[in-house]
Structure formats: C-alpha cells, structure tokens
C-alpha cells in the first residue's frame, strides 16, 4: 500500500530555513510526479511545490525563489528546502501523490515566530 511519510519540521526564527523530507513506499516512486501542499490554521489547504517525474518544478508564487522541491529516486524521497521562512509559511505540510487516488501522508508542523 501507498505510504507517505513528512519529517523535518519544526520551529523556526524569521529568515531561517529547514528542509522537509517524504519517504515514500508502496508505488514505483520514480514514475510519479510528487507534490507539497501546506494548510494553514482556518485556512483551505494549498499547492506549494511540484515536481514531475522527469524532475520538472514548479511553485507557488508565494514561494516562488525561497522554496526548493527536489526528489532522490534512489532513496525513494522528496525534499522541500525552505529558506528565508516569513511567519506566513507556518502551517502543517503535506506530501502527495496522485495513483489513482490522492494519496497524502500525516503533516509536518512547520512554524515561523520569534
């Protein structure tokens, strides 16, 4: 069965960075595109990274030159590196894939205050 599993979280000053990490297991991980959504405390859960298969990117405007989303098929992993995090980017993060059905693992706090 699918599984997808969010570490690295945490809290952490304005301006710092942290790099998230989804392990996934249970599909050919390589053959897939890989997505990090966000979902904020009262707010709707958003798209913030997409990668394809092939290794193409892309984000969210709102991240749009902070944010990295990269992916290690040997490994069977997707990371998110977050710099010059803004209070804003609080909220819990979510891994996905789409097989079928969406699939999502359990969240990762992430948290931005002084």
């Known amino acids: 069965q699918v599984q997808l599993v969010e570490s690295g979280g945490g809290l952490v000053q304005p301006g710092g960075s942290l790099r998230l990490s989804c392990a996934a297991s249970?599909?050919?991980?390589?053959?897939?595109?890989m997505r990090w959504f966000r979902q904020a405390s009262g707010k709707e859960r958003e798209l913030v990274a997409v990668?394809?298969?092939?290794?193409?990117?892309s984000y969210a405007d709102s991240v749009k030159g902070r944010f990295t989303i990269s992916r290690d098929n040997a490994k069977n992993t997707v990371y998110l590196q977050m710099n010059s995090l803004k209070p804003e980017d609080t909220a819990v993060y979510y891994c996905n894939v789409v097989r079928s059905q969406n699939y999502w693992g359990q969240g990762t706090q992430v948290t931005v205050s002084s």
């Open positions: 990668i394809s298969s092939g290794g193409i990117t």
């Open positions: 249970g599909f050919t991980f390589g053959s897939y595109a």
